[in-house]
């Protein structure tokens, strides 16, 4: 699902009560562009995992920051429930 940067907001206010637990980070700098790849696991309130989303999430270095400018998200696996 193709997302714009306003429904990926409003789609915040609906998250489930819980964590995200990053692992496996690699990260990537291009001179003033870069990337980062990683494992996203979703923890629910009661600390259990619901989910693991492989990510990536690219970056341009502007005014002495950082910015996201695009993601890319995969399901991995969700726990039964």
């Known amino acids: 699902m193709l997302r714009d940067r306003a429904e990926n907001l409003a789609s915040v206010i609906h998250r489930q009560p819980g964590r995200n637990q990053l692992s496996e980070l690699h990260p ?5 562009f ?11 309130a009661d600390g ?3 989910a693991k ?3 990536t999430d690219i970056f ?3 005014e002495g920051r950082w910015l996201a400018v695009a993601g890319q998200e995969s399901l991995v696996s969700e726990a039964s429930k």
Not at 28 to 32: A, I, L, N, T
């Open 28 to 32: 990537h700098v291009y001179g003033e």
């Open 34 to 44: 870069g990337y980062v790849r990683g494992l996203n696991t979703v923890i629910d």
């Open 48 to 50: 259990q995992p619901r």
């Open 53 to 55: 989303v492989r990510f």
């Open 60 to 62: 341009v270095y502007r």
